[in-house]
């Protein structure tokens, strides 16, 4: 899903998660990934600056929408890697 602020882009997904022990913080949560775009003027054209948030900060991304197979089996330190692509 994203959504547009003025100029600002927010996308955000929400993933399965799993490699968490039982009883650990967090158990049960999926993952929420959240990616903003910043456009901006610099010079003669358009540039971006991106960020991505990811939480919980622990487990791995066990079930994914069609589109995102890559990221199955990524540990939340490798998504943002991953993500850069997009």
Same mark, same amino acid.
């Given at each position: 899903? @994203?959504? $547009? %602020?003025? $100029?600002?882009?927010? @996308?955000? @997904? /929400? %993933? +399965?998660? #799993? *490699?968490? =022990?039982? #009883?650990?913080?967090?158990? *049960?949560?999926? !993952? %929420?990934? +959240?990616?903003?775009? !910043? &456009?901006?003027?610099? #010079?003669?054209?358009? +540039?971006?600056?991106?960020?991505?948030? /990811?939480? &919980?900060?622990?487990? /791995?991304? $066990? *079930?994914? &929408? &069609? #589109?995102? +197979?890559?990221? =199955? *089996? %990524?540990?939340? $330190?490798?998504?943002?890697? =991953?993500?850069?692509?997009?």
């Amino acid at each position: 899903m @994203c959504h $547009t %602020l003025s $100029t600002i882009i927010v @996308c955000v @997904c /929400v %993933l +399965q998660k #799993g *490699g968490v =022990a039982s #009883g650990d913080e967090g158990e *049960g949560l999926p !993952f %929420l990934l +959240q990616y903003v775009i !910043f &456009p901006y003027e610099y #010079g003669d054209g358009q +540039q971006a600056r991106s960020e991505l948030w /990811v939480e &919980p900060q622990h487990g /791995v991304i $066990t *079930g994914y &929408p &069609p #589109g995102v +197979q890559y990221l =199955a *089996g %990524l540990s939340h $330190t490798h998504i943002a890697e =991953a993500v850069s692509g997009w």
